[in-house]
């Protein structure tokens, strides 16, 4: 998915507004059948104390980018990145919503010779074509395929996916908004695209990475560690919300100079499932706790 960016017209909310819309007769512990009567109306992306969240049969659930945003440890540094770069971010995020556009054209097979007459946009949508011509049956792109899954298409359109959690005694909740679910190979994909202004790489720079190019690398490395995080919140996500089961993880990565392609599978999806319960236990017992201080928001019956 693009950056997280708040949209115009989410609709705010306080987090005690919504504890009362939480369905209790949805559990963990069942099938994704539970919410085929499921629907929501009016906006599917809400904005809470500053962060994007989404309606959910279980109330409101952090996004998967909010919480990745405030536990990867990298915040202060994207924060100085904005402040040097006036207007990149929003440049950014317009330019990564222009290239899934494309995408979800090009795999939906409504404009497989798209006119692109941004000179920039041309570059980065350059190469990708033929990376997601890899792809057979395509069952969601930004939003399911015909008429497939709808319950998780909100009022407005949006479509995503959600968890509560592993928690036991807890609602430590996600969801999010899935790029790609399709075949290659008789295997089911989840994908995600990237446009990127630096190229992904897949291993910490080695004692062998020349020093010029060792902080491309090693940003280029987290990078890549941060959407295979993201991808295994999809995968869990994805299997409680329609039963589907990722069995290869593919990132989509478009820049100015290339397009790449990385594929994991087996124990390595399951490392980067991990990776990210770690992340969301880090962001229910220490970062929201002390983020409900700083605003002064505490719990109530």
């Known amino acids: 998915m693009p950056p997280a960016v708040l949209e115009k017209g989410a609709k ?22 539970q919410f085929v009567d499921y629907r929501s109306e009016g906006d599917t992306r809400l904005t809470i104390n500053g962060s994007r969240h989404y309606k ?16 990867g440890g990298n915040k202060a540094a994207l924060e100085r990145w904005a402040k040097k770069n006036p207007g990149g971010r929003e440049a950014a995020a317009a330019r990564g919503t222009k290239v899934h556009s494309l995408m979800e054209e090009y795999l ?54 959600w968890h509560p959690g592993v928690k036991e005694g807890e609602q430590w909740g996600w969801a999010g908004a899935p790029d790609i679910v399709a075949e290659y190979k008789n295997k089911v994909v989840l994908g995600d695209l990237k446009t990127s202004n630096g190229l992904y790489f897949s291993r910490w720079p080695g004692p062998e990475t020349l020093k010029s190019e060792y902080g491309m690398k090693r940003a280029g490395f987290m990078k890549y560690q941060k959407c295979m995080m993201q991808m295994g919140a999809y995968a ?24 790449q392609v990385f594929a ?37 019956d």
Do not use: C
């Open 108 to 161: 939906l097979g409504i404009n497989k010779n798209p006119v692109i007459e941004d000179e920039e946009i041309a570059q980065f949508w350059d190469g990708l074509p033929e990376n997601l011509d890899k792809l057979g049956r395509v069952i969601w792109a930004e939003n399911p395929a015909g008429d497939a899954f709808p319950w998780t298409m909100g009022g407005d359109g949006i479509s995503r996916v």
């Open 12 to 33: 705010i909310l306080a987090r005690e507004e919504l504890k009362s819309k939480i369905h209790t007769k949805y559990a963990a512990d069942k099938d994704y059948r």
């Open 236 to 259: 869990l996500a994805l299997e409680h919300t329609v039963g589907i089961v990722p069995e290869i993880l593919m990132i989509f990565v478009a820049t100015r100079e290339r397009s």
């Open 56 to 71: 959910t049969p279980y109330g409101a659930l952090p996004s998967v980018t909010t919480i990745l945003s405030v536990t």
């Open 264 to 300: 994991v599978q087996g124990g390595t999806i399951e490392k980067y499932k991990q990776k990210w319960l770690d992340a969301v236990e880090k962001y229910y017992s220490e970062i929201l706790p002390a983020m409900d201080a700083e605003t002064g928001s505490t719990d109530s």
